[in-house]
């Protein structure tokens, strides 16, 4: 069999097009997921080439799809692939973990140890007393990057196990502090650091 017979099959238009289009619209909002966070991150190149091979795959779907019509399996396999692809981007956004948060503890009683375990690893922390609805409270802020948000929580948990903390998105820091990393179960956590400068 030719390739142009094989592209006529139906082995090839039952079978293995809507697997290619499955897969290429993962990758397609897959690309799309990132492009947003890079947007939200002000990273604009990266923003731009995920953003241009996502529509190329897209577009190249699209038109595989309006030449097989009356394929049902190829809508079936599109409105998979963009399903899937949303769980894939996300799964994705947390691997890379790009950009900076805000993390915020709430704890009663004192706080002196995680404070100083925090500043002797690097990070800058900021304390504030509060009133809480069961009494006074340390408010402890912390900004790190989103790859260090496990083993920060972990160490609030470990000095404070009833604390309550929060983790909030930051677009803009005017100053950096550069931590020593502390330990993480992750295996694989971010891009090169050039990534997460933003530009």
């Given amino acids: 069999m030719n390739l142009p ?23 397609d909002v897959s690309l799309d ?20 091979f996502g529509v190329l795959i897209w577009l190249l779907v699209i038109r595989q799809i309006f030449q097989r019509i009356n394929n049902p399996l190829c809508f079936i396999a599109y409105a998979a692939g963009f399903a899937a692809g949303n ?5 994705i956004e947390n691997r890379i973990s790009i950009g900076r948060v805000i993390i915020r503890a709430i704890i009663r009683g004192e706080a002196d140890e995680l404070v100083a375990f925090l500043r002797s690893s690097g990070y ?3 304390v504030l ?12 802020f912390t900004v790190a990057e989103r790859s260090d948000i496990e083993p920060i929580v972990n160490t609030i948990k470990k000095y404070n196990p009833n604390a309550f903390y929060s983790v909030e998105d930051v677009r803009y820091v005017s100053e950096s502090v550069t931590p020593h990393r502390l330990p993480s179960s992750r295996k694989w956590s971010s891009l090169p650091s050039a990534l997460r400068k933003r530009k």
């Avoid at 769980?87 to 799964?91: D, Q, S, T, Y």
């Fill in 87 to 91: 769980i894939v981007g996300i799964i």
């Fill in 5 to 27: 017979e094989f592209f006529d099959s139906n082995l090839y238009a039952w079978a293995i097009l809507p697997l290619l289009i499955f897969f290429a619209r993962i990758t």
């Fill in 124 to 126: 800058g922390v900021t």
């Fill in 33 to 52: 997921t990132l492009r947003i966070i890079f947007i939200n991150r002000n990273l604009r190149y990266y923003a731009a080439i995920s953003g241009f």
């Fill in 129 to 140: 007393n509060a009133e809480g609805a069961t009494g006074p409270v340390k408010v402890v």
